[in-house]
């Protein structure tokens, strides 16, 4: 089992920033690659992010791309969503989660997932 927990989200205005964290415990942490998803209030859970397993390659969507940077440490067991130049669209609920597996970017092959943590974007 691995368990992982956000941190980081809050309300900021259109333009700010924000650091998500997500810190992982259980198995060992580097075995996985880790990922980003949101979901917004009537809207399914999509794929913001991923790093794989030794943090060599990320991955983005198209709207985050340029603006958000996924990082890890696996030292600290802990994966990071850097947020810039933040917009109202960006206004969801931020899972982080974690897979043993390279199929990064699809959240039905995803094995743990945190509990999330609200970030909104006032414009």
């Known amino acids: 089992q691995v368990q992982l927990v956000e941190s980081g989200g809050g309300l900021v205005q259109a333009g700010g920033s924000l650091r998500l964290s997500c810190a992982a415990s259980g198995r060992t942490f580097s075995r996985y690659g880790m990922g980003w998803f949101r979901q917004a209030p009537g809207k399914e859970r999509d794929f913001v992010a991923a790093i794989s397993r030794s943090g060599g390659n990320t991955y983005y969507a198209a709207s985050v791309k340029g603006r958000f940077t996924i990082s890890r440490d696996n030292a600290k067991s802990t994966v990071y969503l850097r947020m810039n130049s933040l917009k109202p669209e960006d206004t969801a609920v931020y899972y982080c989660?974690?897979?043993?597996?390279?199929?990064?970017?699809?959240?039905?092959?995803?094995?743990?997932w945190g509990q999330g943590t609200q970030v909104t974007v006032s414009s």
């Open positions: 989660a974690a897979i043993n597996s390279e199929r990064l970017l699809i959240a039905g092959f995803y094995d743990y």
